[in-house]
């Protein structure tokens, strides 16, 4: 007996130990069953339908299946793209009066078959030029007439404050993929492939307002710091620009008192409490005179727009405004991203300062000037209210230098190359006539260097998601004692401006 019950105990055992095993199993295998349904992409399958279309007997099966029966696929949702050029829209306000002059500005950046956007008129043109595949839709603008203005007799504040809502009533949506507006003058020239790199750092499903002050510290004054200069340009998100769409001619009424249209439409994004996001690459240029010392000496970030370019001198020397835009997108279309860029480095040998801004200017100074003050602009200009004092501006500047020894021997670009199989640019730049001075220095005269050579590898994302720096630039040896030989490039491990000026 005592044997038989052993052996009972052990086949009880024996048979529990085996339900435990099967009932582990068996929820191992339920479990994954579901996870692995769970995980599946119902994109994965195709719903196809019977052919007497009774729902109940609709059938799921792998969409690889080839069928010829009416299929309903649902595929699966692709990552959203970074932002691109035909993500935007362009309302650029214009008139009947200057339209003809001014599209040739319009002209140098716009590319028909990339971009949409529309220019806005007060009234029909009658002699339109042919080449109007070349440039934007021509639109003319709605009734104003029922928004009393206390300033504008034509209504012309009131009729450009609202260029970007009249675009977004054209019938953008969602659908259409569109995810800025993009507000601009006729005199506005714009740097597109920059204008992409700045959009791109902000959720465009966001309320966006994204745009510049003014250079001159009384016109902020007066229409705020917290107020997007539109000839300079502004970025409106998608959001936004349809909060502002339903209520902009409610508050238009409002503020009639206001004097520009950009003040008016920073009084209605303050009533939807958006404010300003600045970004120093939108130039509403609202300066007089030689705007050279605020390109030489470029803010750290992308150059978007460059405005009021009728109102100051040629960028270049010695030819027409429109010729010198010309120019600057040769150097814009060899690199974009470091159009504008400053880098200053010192040629120890001759004792001498460099700054590079790539595909604008080159300077050299002798003796060794500190790179914080080298970055600041020299007043080559005035203000709007034609001052050349230094607390005028919304920006640091100095002062022409008062040694004669030090007075900048400036080279001009003229032209560049790429070469695609080294990624490399090749640009030069030709020396300026300037008036000849005397100096006592003993040490090397860049009189002599009648050309600057400068080499940079091409870098289209200098931009993205890093923070802000400099690049630095190397004097390299030259064969030919005329000519000045400069590298531009990312700075490497350790490399400062100063340290470089004490080797």
Known sequence: MKAIKIHGSSSSSFRFLSKLIFIIITITFITYIFRSFSST?????????????????NIIRPSSIPTNVTEIICKKKTKKKTTQLDHLVFAIASSSKVWTRRQNYIKLWWKPDKMKGYVWLDEHIKNQT?????????????????????????????????????TFRLGYNDDDDVRWFVMGDDDTFLVTDNLIRVLRKYDHNQFYYIGG????????????????FGGGGFAISYPLAKALAEMQDICMKRYNNLFTSDH???????EIGVPL????????????GNVYGILAAHPVAPLVSLHHLDLVQPIFPNVTQLGSLKILKLAMELDSAGLAQQSICY????????????????QIQRGIISARMMEMPVRTFFNWYKSNEQNEFSFNTRSFVKN????????????????????????????????????????????????????????????????????????LPSEQQHILVVDVGGCRPGEIVERNALA
Not at 351 to 361: A, C, D, K, R
Not at 431 to 454: Q, S
């Open 41 to 57: 992409n119902v994109a994965d399958f195709t719903i196809e339908s019977s052919p007497n279309n009774n729902l109940t007997q």
């Open 130 to 166: 042919s080449d109007h595949s070349l440039l934007p839709t021509l639109k003319i603008s709605s009734n104003t007439s029922e928004f009393k203005d206390q300033y504008n007799n034509d209504e012309s504040a009131v009729r450009i404050a609202r260029v970007v809502s009249e």
């Open 213 to 228: 002050s003014s250079e001159t510290h009384l016109q902020n004054i007066i229409f705020g710091y917290n107020t997007a």
């Open 264 to 270: 008016r439409i920073q009084a209605c994004m303050a």
């Open 277 to 288: 996001t600045r970004e120093v690459g939108f130039h509403q240029v609202d300066v007089l």
């Open 347 to 362: 040629d120890t040998t001759r004792n001498w300062t460099i700054s590079v801004s790539w595909g604008y200017t080159v």
């Open 404 to 475: 004669s020894c030090q007075t900048p021997f400036v080279h001009m670009f003229s032209h560049g190359r790429y070469n695609s199989s080294t990624n490399q640019t090749f640009t030069k730049y030709e020396k300026f006539p300037n008036e000849k001075t005397r100096c006592k220095w003993r040490m090397a005269n860049p009189d002599r260097i009648t050309e600057a050579h400068v080499t940079k590898k091409r870098d289209p994302h200098l931009w993205d998601n890093k923070a802000p720096r400099r690049n630095c630039c190397r004097v």
